[in-house]
């Protein structure tokens, strides 16, 4: 049996994936209310020809927005919206999961008229957040009680229903990058003394209550998890990652959860102190590693097997038919970085693609 390359067709359950070179999710701030458009519709439709498309975060409720122009799930004008994508996607075969998102600290009061953003804990970090009326210096969040954060893990439900309404093919828990599940995992931003805090077992419980939510609605296979394990953005850090990480790929790996995504720079990978090859040994569904891949690199680790398939973020912005571009070993689009957040067509849809 001949070892997978990245253009090797994956089944996964009821999912088939037509190559493992999947969209890793990216902000692109061109929802100015919220809503997916005609042009995010065109944007994701050109990238179809990846095995899997993640969108950019889209926020489970008004709580969890916190970057300008920015799509959320949770009305029924933002379902209308991604239907126009979903649509889209499907008419050029691809598939599309929704990332269900909520920043948490990571947002400031202009986002909630005046409202302080919410955490596991009332612990600030040194960062900005680009506000409408500018880049401010965040706040300190207030922590959350244990009755919102019931009612968080709805608002996560919720968003998975209506993902579900809005035709994705599934949907990803975004547990990474400082973001809120990140947040309650990690013991730098949750000192909690209750049943969210403490031992490793009460720090996950909130990704885990989460995931079991959009379980609930899409079942196991049609879910992802995405992880950033000792990834510093966003004031984030843990005093013991490697213990912490893979707790999470055990727990999800009991869940028979279909896909577990995870970021690790190439630093961790050249020191070979990459926690990848550990999370393989325990996790058995469709693993994807992102971060700073290129062809080659990404080729090695899934021939190797410690990945089914890798997700390119940057690479798909300026080369919206890279899975092409990779088959006929073509000349790459250089990206144009000051259209990477906001704006109009150009940076987005206007990139060249091959002849």
């Known amino acids: 049996m001949t070892n997978p390359t990245l253009f090797s067709p994956l089944q996964k359950g009821p999912l088939s994936f037509k190559n493992r070179i999947f969209m890793a999710p990216m902000t692109r701030s061109r929802a100015p209310k919220q809503v ?66 909520h920043v948490g600290r990571v947002s400031h009061p202009d986002f909630h008229k005046g409202e302080l953003p919410v955490a596991p804990s009332a612990i600030a970090f040194e960062g900005q957040a680009y506000t409408p009326e500018g880049f401010k210096n965040v706040v300190t969040p207030r922590a959350l009680s244990e009755g919102e954060i019931a009612a968080t893990i709805s608002d996560f439900k919720k968003a998975a229903e209506q993902a579900k309404r809005a035709g994705f093919d599934g949907v990803e828990v975004h547990g990474a ?36 939510a959009a379980i609930s609605v899409w079942g196991p296979e049609r879910v992802s998890v995405r992880i950033s394990p000792r990834n510093p953005f966003n004031g984030m ?9 893979l707790y999470v790929a055990k727990e999800l790996q009991a869940r028979k959860v279909g896909i577990l995504h ?20 325990i996790y058995h569904g469709t693993l994807i590693l992102n971060n700073g891949y290129d062809q080659q690199t990404g080729e090695t680790q899934v021939s190797k097997g410690l990945a089914d398939a890798i997700a390119y973020g940057a690479l798909f912005i300026p080369n919206p038919d890279l899975p092409e571009r990779f088959a006929q070993k073509a000349q790459l689009n250089a990206p144009d970085h000051a259209t990477f957040y906001g704006g109009d067509a150009k940076g987005y849809t206007d990139y060249s693609r091959l002849a």
């Open 237 to 245: 850090n843990d005093s013991n990652p490697e213990a912490l990480y």
């Open 177 to 212: 990058n400082g973001y809120l599940p990140a947040q309650f995992l990690e013991d730098g931003s949750n000192k909690r003394t209750d049943q969210w805090g403490g031992t490793i077992e009460n720090r996950a419980r909130f990704l885990l209550s989460i995931t079991d």
């Open 36 to 101: 997916a458009t005609d042009l995010m519709a065109e944007y994701y439709a050109q990238r179809a020809s990846a095995g899997l498309i993640f969108t950019e975060g889209t926020q489970v409720s008004e709580q969890g927005v916190g970057y300008i122009a920015t799509p959320g799930i949770h009305s029924e004008s933002q379902i209308e919206g991604w239907k126009k994508v979903t649509t889209a996607v499907h008419a050029k075969g691809g598939l599309i999961f929704a990332q269900l998102w």
């Open 262 to 281: 995870v970021m690790e720079g190439a630093n961790f990978r050249d020191a070979g102190t990459d926690l990848a090859p550990k999370i393989r040994e």
